[in-house]
């Protein structure tokens, strides 16, 4: 019954996102962004809130597996490998890329395979995979109508002593300073607004390269449930990076909105 409760829920960011683009629409134009402050306060409170009951109750669910896979402490994997993890969500990205584009940027990951720390898989692999198909977008959209090669988007695996870094660096062009304190918003987006595209919200719930504008946020709060944090830092005019940083000391309280 829990585990029913959990899968019925599944489509509920899609579906908020969805909302919010609606009302976005909607909106009167010249209300500027600091004026959405309790919206963008309410939703941080909202996914962080799920984020913690499905946790809590993927946690429950997996301690009850009888045949639970190897290194496995319900949700929590002992041994993951950070490049492993990220290997995996940048091919499930470049697959929507190349579906959504007809080509991709090639990815390269650097780092050991071999280093391996308790974490949740997959939180990391949402984390990456939002971040990975941002830069693919960007790189794919900048180069499109270009002669030149595509350069490929970089990701990098750092092992320290409080935190696992990942860094993912792309050169699509960049964000302009003045849209940086807007990134983190619920309400911003650097892509067309879906609903432009389509306005069926059956047709809606497939995953699409971006527009919704919960991708940055949402990982970030997913970093932040266990300590660690998500900071975007671009150059206008060549590229993108993000610094994903992973708590690995384990001592961080949950942060209860």
């Given at each position: 019954m829990i585990k029913a409760i959990k899968v019925r829920h599944n489509n509920v960011v899609p579906m908020m996102a969805l909302g919010v683009q609606q009302l976005k629409k909607g909106m009167d134009p010249k209300i500027v962004n600091e004026d959405l402050d309790e919206i963008h306060q309410f939703l941080d409170r909202f996914y962080m809130s799920r984020i913690g009951i499905r946790m809590l109750i993927g946690q429950h669910v997996e301690l009850h597996n009888p045949n639970p896979p190897p290194h496995c402490v319900g949700y929590i994997h002992t041994k993951m490998s950070p490049v492993g993890v990220a290997r995996n969500a940048s091919e499930d990205a470049r697959a929507i890329c190349l579906r959504e584009y007809g080509s991709a940027?090639?990815?390269?990951?650097?780092?050991?395979?071999?280093?391996?720390?308790?974490?949740?898989p997959a939180h990391l692999h949402l984390m990456v995979f939002e971040l990975v198909k941002n830069s693919l977008r960007?790189?794919?959209?900048?180069?499109?109508?270009?002669?030149?090669?595509?350069?490929?988007?970089?990701?990098?695996v750092a092992e320290g002593i409080e935190d696992v870094t990942i860094k993912v660096s792309d050169e699509g062009g960049g964000i302009p300073r003045s849209g940086l304190p807007k990134i983190f918003t619920y309400l911003y987006s650097t892509a067309k607004n879906p609903l432009d595209e389509c306005s069926d919200l059956e047709t809606a719930d497939a995953v699409t390269m971006a527009g919704y504008g919960y991708g940055l946020p949402i990982s970030r709060l997913y970093a932040r449930y266990f300590g660690g944090d998500l900071q975007v830092i671009s150059m206008e005019g060549y590229g993108t990076d993000a610094y994903l940083h992973l708590s690995r000391l384990g001592d961080s309280q949950e942060p209860l909105p």
């Open positions: 940027p090639d990815i390269n990951i650097y780092g050991d395979l071999d280093f391996t720390f308790p974490y949740v960007a790189v794919q959209e900048r180069f499109m109508d270009s002669d030149k090669v595509a350069p490929p988007i970089r990701i990098i």
